[in-house]
């Protein structure tokens, strides 16, 4: 979303009012009746200053789509950024002041032709003082926009029509290698609610198929219980896209995690994305070489039949997780609305 630089309303209304002056000085320099000239120029004062001022605004309202009719994983980012019923209500605003400029412009342009020319001037002030005062009246929802710029401009750009895997994982166990080993090129790098790196996207074309892989950095790296309600909403948005989720132990613990700590995270996971299947890694194997010697990962590695032990770092493993990848079915979310 490319929302457009927001203007503060003192130089919304300095924009109108210049290209207001200016358009009432070319008419100065017209041939028009003495009689008509003066309300001409004011006319034309008061009738382009509305529409600059219009123009801008219709300017912020397009770049910004329908809400409701964004994929519901937008409409979560837009919520947990910024807030949607503020946004909503700050286009609101906008486009309330959009409406009253336009009766305005009527108004006092009618006005303006229908009265003597004596009292053209004092109409074009009348109707700047209501335009101003309009202006002014959406002072917090500009205030917010420009928020929401700079929160909206690095919002992911996400393919709703790709198979989606999301990486979870303690951090250090080594997402952001296996990552950059499974697709390759340098992942995409967007902001993300709630956590400082931002949202890591790589894609991965097989077979004709388009995946993408999402690695979330401070949200799937740490136990659900400790999430505010605000890190759990995040959570469902993730939820909304997953249609596979990759959970990477480190298996040599060097993380700083325990087997322990990780399969409790693990499970926190299984919980919250309970409808969604999730493949299995074992990471850092080059470190541990050979299972069957270490009895501590044993009852880990025993509770899954089917885990893919890998070196990301040395690519060791990485076709094994590509092969699975083919596997992988798209969940069909029909209607959006099944998931509230
Ligand atoms: N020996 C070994 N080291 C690895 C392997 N994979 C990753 N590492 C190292 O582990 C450390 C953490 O790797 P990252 O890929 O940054 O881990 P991450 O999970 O993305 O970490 P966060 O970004 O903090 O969430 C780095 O020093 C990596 O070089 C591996 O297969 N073997």
């Known amino acids: 979303m490319m929302i457009p630089t927001i203007p503060t309303p003192d130089e919304l209304l300095d924009k109108g009012f210049r290209r207001g002056k200016k358009a009432a000085d070319l ?40 809400i409701e009719e964004l994929p519901m994983f937008y409409q979560d980012y837009i919520d947990i950024t910024v807030g949607v019923d503020d946004m909503k209500q700050a286009l609101g605003a906008l486009n309330w002041a959009y409406g009253i400029i336009t009766q305005l412009e009527k108004e006092y342009g009618a006005k303006i032709r229908k009265n003597p020319s004596e009292r053209a001037t004092s109409f074009q002030k009348q109707a700047y003082g209501r335009l101003a005062s309009v ?27 790709a198979t989606t895997i999301v990486i979870a994982g303690f951090p250090n166990v080594g997402k952001s290698t296996l990552l950059k080993q ?77 087997l ?47 885990a893919i032990f890998i070196s990301a770092i040395d ?9 699975k990848f083919d596997t992988i079915k798209k969940i069909e979310r029909e209607s959006e609305d099944d998931f509230y």
């Open 27 to 66: 008419m100065r320099t017209q041939k028009i009746p003495k009689h008509l000239k003066g309300k001409k120029i004011e006319e034309t004062r008061v009738v382009t200053s509305c529409q600059v001022i219009k123009d801008k605004l219709k300017s912020i309202l397009d770049s910004v789509p329908e």
């Open 135 to 161: 202006v002014n009246k959406i002072k917090k929802d500009l205030d917010f926009l420009d928020f929401a710029k700079a929160n909206l401009r690095n919002m992911p750009t996400i393919d709703f029509d």
């Open 182 to 258: 499974l697709s390759g090129a340098d992942p995409q790098v967007a902001n993300y609610p709630f956590t400082t790196k931002g949202i890591q996207i790589g894609h991965v074309e097989r077979h004709w198929k388009h995946i993408q892989i999402i690695d979330t950095p401070g949200l799937l790296d740490r136990p659900v219980l400790e999430m505010n309600d605000i890190e759990l909403n995040a959570m469902v948005a993730l939820e909304h896209l997953a249609d596979t989720i990759l959970f990477i132990f480190d298996a040599s613990e060097t993380c700083g995690f325990s």
């Open 260 to 306: 322990e700590s990780q399969y409790n995270l693990l499970k926190q996971i299984e919980q919250v994305f309970s409808e969604i299947p999730i493949i299995y890694l074992f990471n850092k194997m080059d470190i541990v070489k050979d299972v069957e010697d270490q009895e501590y990962i044993k009852p880990y590695v025993d509770e899954f039949d089917d």
């Open 315 to 323: 690519g060791e493993g990485i076709e094994k997780i590509s092969k």
